[in-house]
């Protein structure tokens, strides 16, 4: 397979099946920077999203430049010093069960594995963890909050429009990472962004141009085949 080079990832795909086939998770960007124009178009596709009786729950607030910096240094220091975190709602369940966890653990040690981390070195892990929260050097931050009190059905079309705004980034020939790592570091968003107390932190999205001499952008994790997670039911048996 021909390995992809900056010039060709950065074409818009051509079709809706390119668009989601190229697109996943980058976690390393070039400083090159994005159009505020861009931006808003990308946001406009977004919200093209389905959602219950067109309630259209979802809030974004976007970042560049030196706000961007200072809000990536100083939710960074608070890693690193090990302080501040707190969850607002619970991702993820406790424990994971199977095949969950098997799953997790191989993305994990694949993308460790791309960039040579081994088991154990925690200074490493800890150091590439830390990217998450400069963004992975991409130069724009989107915050997509919520309205406390909403239900799930809510949260269910805050996820339609986070998959249009990936597709709509690929289409323009641009690249994402949503980031829930942000969510545990909300106070220091909603203090830093002036964003109303009852909006809820759901994620951060990393978006700008893909760096492809990174090597951690040529890794991609394993997709089940639709045979391992959908039936067909053509008819119902009797009794």
């Known amino acids: 397979m021909t390995k992809e080079t900056n010039a060709s990832r950065h ?54 430049g030196a706000v961007r910096d200072q809000l990536c240094d ?34 994990g040690w694949g993308l ?28 724009v931050g989107i915050f997509v909050t919520i309205e406390r009190g909403l239900e799930l059905g809510s949260w269910l079309d805050i996820g339609l429009f986070l998959q249009n705004l990936m597709l709509a980034a690929r289409g323009k020939g641009l690249d994402t990472c949503p980031q829930q790592a942000f969510a545990g570091y909300h106070a220091i968003i909603q203090k830093r962004l002036a964003i109303p107390d009852e909006e809820m932190v759901v994620c951060g999205v990393a978006l700008g141009h893909a760096d492809m001499s990174a090597p951690e952008n040529h890794f991609t994790p394993a997709r089940e085949p639709v045979t391992a997670f959908a039936r067909f039911v053509d008819d119902f048996s009797a009794g």
Request: zero cysteines; charged letters at 30%.
């Open 11 to 64: 074409q818009p795909p051509q079709s809706v099946d390119k668009a989601i086939r190229s697109r996943r998770s980058i976690r390393a960007y070039l400083p090159d920077p994005v159009a505020d124009e861009t931006i808003s178009e990308i946001l406009e596709l977004a919200a093209r999203a389905p959602s219950g009786t067109n309630t259209q729950p979802w809030r974004v607030h976007v970042v560049r």
């Open 74 to 107: 100083e939710i960074e220091a608070a890693f690193l010093e090990g302080g501040q975190y707190s969850e607002e709602y619970a991702y993820a369940p406790d424990p994971w069960g199977e095949p969950y966890l098997t799953r997790r653990r191989a993305t």
């Open 112 to 139: 460790y594995g791309t960039l040579g981390i081994v088991k154990g070195d925690k200074e490493k892990m800890q150091a590439q963890h830390a990217r998450n929260f400069r963004l992975f050097d991409a130069p």
